[in-house]
């Protein structure tokens, strides 16, 4: 998948619990994104960044936070996970605006 | 707000058949629409994508028309193959948005051998 590793590729947590998910890239790409696909909504953005340290809110970020100190690695991470949060979470990346996104193999969360 | 509606959420198609994904979109500022294929168990990857400034698209088998006008796109796979099962989303995007993409809900798609 284009250079990008997402770990871990299944999590199960419980309510309350604060989680990380990680997105490692080796393609040196500048944009890097975090979105969650559920059924019937499609992928929906929570966050992205256009550089190190530099990152904006997509439309879903609401418990969500990020952070990206270096180029090939971006964090997501749920403060306080909720049921709702349960979902599918890719990781993509680009190199330009309006360039081809390359995802990579998601990460599986489940949230009791 | 959903900007991006696609439709059928779903469809199966003999193969050989021609498989039709509509999508429609609001946002009129939006100048660059792609299409991603999605594997089970795998990341979307994109298929192909069309800019307003042509009202149709095609590599093989695949074929995007755009309609300006009527600010709908669609995806045309034709001679389907049961490799082409598939899940479908089309997106949306403008200059001032970036890479940030807007996808539609996904269309499931069943080929039948």
């Known amino acids: 998948d284009a250079g990008i590793t997402q770990s871990p590729r299944h999590k199960v947590t419980e309510t309350g619990t604060p989680v990380t998910l990680r997105c490692h890239q080796t393609e040196n790409h500048r944009y890097m994104y975090w979105y969650r696909q559920d059924p019937g909504h499609g992928l929906r953005l929570i966050h992205y960044?256009?550089?190190?340290?530099?990152?904006d809110k997509g439309e879903v970020s609401d418990g969500y936070s990020v952070s990206r100190s270096k180029t090939e690695d971006f964090l997501l991470t749920l403060e306080s996970a909720t049921s709702s949060q349960t979902s599918v979470y890719f990781c993509a990346i680009s190199g330009a605006l309006n360039e081809k996104l390359f995802f990579g193999s998601g990460t599986q969360l489940s949230v009791l | 707000q959903q900007q991006v509606k696609q439709s059928p959420q779903s469809l199966i198609v003999q193969k050989g058949g021609i498989s039709i994904i509509n999508c429609a979109y609001e946002?009129?500022?939006?100048?660059?629409f792609p299409w991603y294929q999605q594997f089970p168990g795998k990341g979307p990857a994109l298929l192909i994508a069309i800019r307003p400034d042509v009202s149709e698209k095609k590599e093989g088998r695949f074929t995007i028309s755009f309609n300006k006008s009527a600010k709908q796109f669609s995806l045309h796979i034709m001679d389907s193959q049961p490799g082409d099962s598939a899940t479908y989303f089309c997106?949306?995007?403008?200059?001032?948005?970036?890479?940030?993409?807007?996808f539609g809900e996904g269309t499931q798609l069943t080929v039948n051998p």
């Open positions: 960044s256009y550089g190190v340290k530099d990152t």
């Open positions: 997106a949306a995007s403008s200059e001032t948005s970036g890479s940030r993409l807007t």
């Open positions: 946002n009129t500022a939006f100048d660059y």
